[in-house]
Every structure is written in C-alpha cells, then in structure tokens.
C-alpha cells in the first residue's frame, strides 16, 4: 500500500477544464509537489473515464504520488489505482476492501465524529470531513466547522483530510486544528498560476505550529 504523506490532496476537475488542461495542470501539480491526487469525474462516460484515469495513473507513477478514484471500484481496479475513495451512499469498506485488496481506502464522513469512528472500525485508511467552505464543484455540501478536526484527533487514529472551499487563505486553522492533507479542487486547478498556488499551500504545513 502507497504511504499517506502530508499535504495537499489533489482532485480533478474535469467539469471546468478540457481533457488537455486537466492533465497539464495536473503535471504541475505533481512537480511542485502534492501528496495524493483523486480522480473525480461524475460525468463522463465509461470509456472517457477509463481513458482519462489511465492517463492520470500514468503521471502520479512518474512522480510516485498516490492515485485515487472517487467511488469506482472496478475503476480503480481496471487502473491499478493506489486507492479509492468512498461517499456514504458509495460501496461500503467491507465490499470494496474485499474487491480491491490492500490498497487505500478513504471515507467521505461529512461533519459526523460517528461517522469517522465507523469508518476506523471498517478499516478505512483516512477520513475526510467537510465541506469547511462554500464550494462550487458540489451542490448540497454538509457544513462542517474546523473545531471536528480538533475532536476527531483526538479520537480517531487515522490521517483526517479537510475538504471543501479550502484556499491557501483559509486552510492554515484546519492544518492547525489537526488535517494532515487539505483536499483542493477549484484553488488548484482554477487557479491563474498552479505552481505558486501549490507552493502556498504547502507553506501551511511548514509553517504548522
């Protein structure tokens, strides 16, 4: 299984962006350095996402980053994806550890301690809770606020991931309530300069107290 590091945890847009751009972009990313990227693609045909996570899964092996599908299971598996990771009304831990081995599994837990502890008991690898922020890349998004990542560290003896609206502005308080990865989308790959953006971002977890 690829080690979770901290950092900024990448995940595509391919709602916004051409194919081409994604994968420039996201080659920047890699270069400048990020800690795991997810492919996240809720619209695209069976081919189109076959084709596109192949390429994504080709770039994080030249820069020996982990890649990770968003809720496809055999996606992830068809790739030779380091992980996979799971919404609520997704494949349960059990099922998709059962289908994909040992390989990462992380767990959408929303604003819910409960939900977080269930996942460590199921076995999953990381919990991610959000959205932190407004976003626009996910209509009807769970509010959760910074002090769950304080509570949950306490609790849950897994790497917590923040997620939603998070800018190289606002994440320092969730890297010092206790994320070790900062899950990004539109900051990243909406950004006018990707590889100053990242350098930013990964300022927040230098600069951690």
């Known amino acids: 299984m690829a080690i979770l590091q901290r950092g900024i945890y990448a995940i595509t847009d391919f709602t916004s962006l051409k194919d081409t751009e994604v994968f420039a972009r996201t080659e920047l990313l890699l270069r400048a350095g990020i800690s795991m990227l997810q492919y996240r693609d809720k619209s695209a045909t069976a081919k189109a996402k076959i084709s596109r996570a192949r390429e994504l ?8 980053t982990p890649f990770i599908v968003n809720d496809d299971i055999e996606l992830a598996r068809d790739t030779g994806a380091d992980g996979i990771h799971l919404g609520q009304n ?7 550890r059962e289908f994909l081995g040992p390989i990462i599994i992380g767990c959408s837990c929303y604003n819910s301690l409960h ?8 076995g999953a690898d990381y919990v991610a809770f959000g959205a932190f922020h407004d976003t626009s890349s996910k209509k ?3 509010k959760a606020e910074p002090e769950i990542l304080e509570r949950a560290s306490h609790e849950i003896m897994l790497p917590l991931v923040a997620i939603g609206g998070i800018t190289p502005e606002n994440g320092k308080v969730l890297v010092d309530k206790g994320a070790a990865m900062l899950a990004v989308i539109s900051a990243l790959y909406g950004a006018n300069d990707t590889n100053a953006t990242i350098k930013k971002f990964n300022l927040l977890f230098e600069q951690e107290q």
């Open 140 to 142: 009807n998004t769970v």
């Open 90 to 96: 997704d494949t349960d831990i059990q099922t998709a």
């Open 57 to 64: 899964r080709s770039l994080c092996k030249q820069f020996n």
């Open 115 to 122: 939900l977080a502890q269930e996942a460590q008991a199921a």
